[in-house]
Structure formats: C-alpha cells, structure tokens
C-alpha cells in the first residue's frame, strides 16, 4: 500500500499490554504520521523497506529539561565558587544595567543549533532550557518565534514558552548572595508568554505545543507562580520548574518563606499535576511525598547533578513512591543515553546494585517523558503512537545478550543513526538535510567564544578572564 514503510532491526522495542516488549529480528510499520504495527512480521504491502541490521529500533526519547542554548554551566565544570566565576551577577553589573549578550539573530541560530543537537542524540520531544544567566532579564517572544521556525524546519517535537521570572540572584565581593526582585517585570513576562502560548499551540500539525517555564523558584513570587499554575491549567499546558537543586536556592527559599522549596508550592496552590520538577537533588522524602501525592514529575538530569557532586536520593524511593519520573539532559552535551547511563550509576550508588535495572532508566527516558505530559502517543512503539522513532546502530558495539543493557553498556548519542518524528525520516545515516554540522559547530564555537570573553563584566571584581577560567595546566604559547 502506498505510503507505508517498514523498518526492521536485530532489535524492536515495542510496546504491548502498558509494557515495553523486544521482538527479536522485529519489524515496525509506519504510515502517514503513526505507527501501524509492530512484531516479528508483517504480511501487508508496504511501498518502502530499510533494514538497519544490527541495531535497535527505539522509541524516540522526551527530553523534558532540554538543552537549548550553548551551554554555560560547562565553563563551572573546574572553576568554582559559582559567585566568584560569573555564575551570580555581582552588583556592580546590577548597577550598570544587565544586558544582552547575544544578539537575536545569535540566540535564534542557538535554538536551531540545539534542536539539531537534540535530534542527533535521538531526542524526538522536547522541552527547551537555557540559561538566563547571560539574559538582561528573561527570554523573549522573538527568539521563540526563531524557535518555532527551527522545530518546522527541522521536524522536532517540541514544547515551547519563553522563561519570565520575578527576581535574580545578586552576589556581593564576599560571596553573600541575596535575591532582587523586579515582579512587574516578572509578571509582564507572563503575559507575553500567555499571549505565546495561546498564539502557537498546535502549529505544525500538532507537533508544537505550548509550555510554561518560570525560572528558579528561589527568583519568582508567589504571585507570579499562582498565576502560572491557574493559566497552564486554562490552556492544558504544562509547567515546568527548577527547583531543589542547590543549597543555595534552599537558603534563599527559607529565607522568603520558612520552608522548603516543594512544600512551598504545595502551600501557594501551585504544586499541580501538569508540574514537571527538576531536579530534586536536595528534596526531602516529605517533600516528595508531596510531589507524589499532586502527581506532578520529578525531571532527573543525571550528567548536570553527578558532574557538580548532586544525587537524586534515590531514584528507587521515588519510583516506588509513585512519582512519575522524567530525564532531561540540561547540559552539554545532550545525549540522553549518556544521562540514562550516569542515572543508573548515581541509583545504584545510592541504594545498592539492586535498586534498578537498565529498563527503569529506559522507562524514564520514554514512557515517563510522555506520561508527564499526558500523551500516550509518544514514548512507545505500537499501533496508534505517533512514529518517533530513534534508531541506534550497534554493529560496532559489544553486545549482551539485551538489547537495553547494550544500550547501557557499550553506546551513546553518537549511535543513533536515524532519526523519524511524525512520520518523517528527520536524520538519516546521522545526515539532518537542513543541517551543515561543520558550518554550524564553527558558528557556535565563535559565539560561545564570544561569549567568554564578556564574562569579566558579569564576574565578581571583573578580572579577566584567564583568572575566572583557570587552566589544567601551565599554558605555553609562542
């Protein structure tokens, strides 16, 4: 029949009864947008056949923390304090006015820049992140206008909504670091990101959906995440918010509120079921009781925690507690089997080696991901769900006998080979059509450079910048 393709692996995760399954030398058929059928065979007329062999035929991953900019919470990986390396605006730059230091047309090429990303690492839906640390204040309609552009032009399932917040982190020459608060600003941020959400949700045949994304909640008002929550649930959205992931942000939470920063927004009214939490390294098991009980998600972000000495305690607790679990990669680089990988490391470590196995960690790269945001179209391979699909070659890879637990223990991103969303072959052979890779790691490089270079105006004392970013070793040059 026209219009139907059949792809076939070594390997097909497939779903059946509210469960992953493998079919061994498996097939999946794909028409129009959807999947059609998935097995062992197929016995109807199919107008295309590709066969990657030695391969897994994934569900495409949702990454509900996503990386979206050039990531700077990369150039902290050696230099600490945060405060005193241009992670907390001094009040000196303050006083002379924050501003943007990149320019529209920088900050629309970074979003396609990072969709590409995305869609090479097999990552089919996704929920952006970027730092507001180079930001005047939050992000803009403009640079999301870019980003809808992006996600039609390269096919990526996305959900999309500038972040707005009330209030920013300030340091003084001592490390003292305060929240300020602008909340007209905040809540003007609000309303433009109403004014987007109700503007593009359902564009490109349904692939692009809004969001809500207040940034930290150490930095935004009871008021202006009320308001959120009431909104999101108006349109159906939902609402994505960094919160217990650094000891910092607990001091500033206790401080404007006497409590913790998830019992905090159980008390305002916020705490609802379409809230997405990263990342919950320093919840209490109260606080997750109360995320289990709102049903709202914990977004693990493995690699960003693990690589600043963070762990989700534990992984195991919250599974059993019931709470939907998500993953985003949140940092450079966004490759989500890494993220699985380094998850499954940090729970084992956590509670011993029986506390998950290789498909919890697969469960929340997929299934989680879709559960969190209502859709039991994504995440899974089977008649009726939308054809996102990642494919990961494994011919080169020492194999288990599981395909899964090869996923965990011999590849990365740089496996995936093909990509489909909705239907569309948006990767194939790791080419994406749109993309010039080397043209664009090029452009990317010279803007991050760019951006380093600025980093003395937004630094404590404003040394330069060989004295924020120190070397690993004596640096010769001619």
């Not at 433009?192 to 692939?207: H, L, N, Q």
């Not at 680089?333 to 499954?344: E, F, K, R």
Request: hydrophobic share 40%; net charge negative; charged share 25%.
């Amino acid at each position: 029949m026209t219009g139907r393709t059949l792809l076939s692996a070594r390997w097909v995760v497939g779903h059946k009864n509210g469960h992953h399954v493998v079919y061994e030398n498996g097939v999946v058929v794909i028409q129009g947008t959807d999947v059609i059928h998935v097995g062992l065979s197929f016995d109807g007329e199919v107008a295309d056949r590709i066969d990657y062999g030695e391969a897994i035929i994934s569900p495409g991953f949702v990454d509900l923390d996503a990386l979206s900019d050039l990531d700077t919470t990369i150039l902290g990986y050696d230099n600490r304090p945060a405060w005193k390396k241009g992670r907390v605006w001094p009040e000196s730059y303050i006083a002379s006015g924050p501003y943007e230091m990149y320019s529209e047309e920088e900050l629309a090429f970074q979003k396609r820049h990072a969709f590409a990303q995305l869609i090479r690492n097999g990552i089919t839906t996704a929920l952006p992140i970027a730092s507001l640390f180079y930001r005047a204040w939050g992000e803009t309609v403009a640079e999301f206008d870019a980003a809808v552009h992006a996600a039609e032009q390269l096919g990526l399932r996305v959900y999309l909504g500038p972040a707005y917040r009330t209030g920013g982190q300030v340091t003084d020459e001592q490390g003292n670091i305060r929240a300020v608060f602008n909340e007209a600003r905040g809540l003007a941020g609000l309303e433009d990101a109403r004014a987007f959400a109700a503007r593009i949700d359902g564009m490109a045949s349904g692939r692009i959906r809004a969001m809500f994304a207040p940034d930290r909640i150490e930095t935004c008002t009871e008021t202006l995440l009320q308001r959120t929550a009431d909104i999101a649930d108006e349109l159906g959205a939902p609402v994505r918010q960094h919160c217990a992931q650094s000891p910092i942000e607990l001091q500033l939470v206790r401080e404007q509120h006497d409590c913790g920063p998830i019992d905090w927004l159980k008390r305002i009214g916020a705490l609802r079921q379409n809230w997405l939490l990263p990342h919950g390294t320093y919840a209490t098991d109260a606080e997750f009781a109360l995320m289990a009980e709102a049903g709202a998600t914990l977004v693990h972000c493995p690699l960003v925690a693990t690589r600043f000495g963070g762990m989700l305690r534990s992984f195991a607790k919250c599974r059993d507690m019931g709470i939907v679990i998500g993953l985003g990669t949140d940092t450079y680089p966004a490759d989500m089997i890494l993220n699985m990988q380094m998850g499954m490391m940090m729970a084992r470590q956590a509670d011993g080696l029986d506390a998950v196995r290789s498909e919890d960690l697969f469960n929340a790269a997929t299934l989680g991901g879709a559960d969190a945001l209502r859709r039991q179209d994504l995440g899974r391979l089977a008649p009726g769900s939308k054809a996102d699909i990642a494919v990961i070659d494994l011919s080169a890879r020492l194999q288990t006998p599981d395909p899964i637990q090869t996923l965990m223990t011999s590849t990365s991103g740089h496996d995936v080979c093909d990509v489909w969303i909705d239907g569309r072959r948006v990767m194939a052979n790791g080419v994406i059509e749109e993309i010039d890779e080397r043209a664009d790691a090029a452009q990317a490089q010279a803007q991050y450079d760019g951006l380093i270079a600025k980093y003395p105006d937004r630094t404590v004392g404003h040394p330069p910048v060989e004295a924020i970013f120190t070397p690993s070793y004596e640096r010769i040059r001619s």
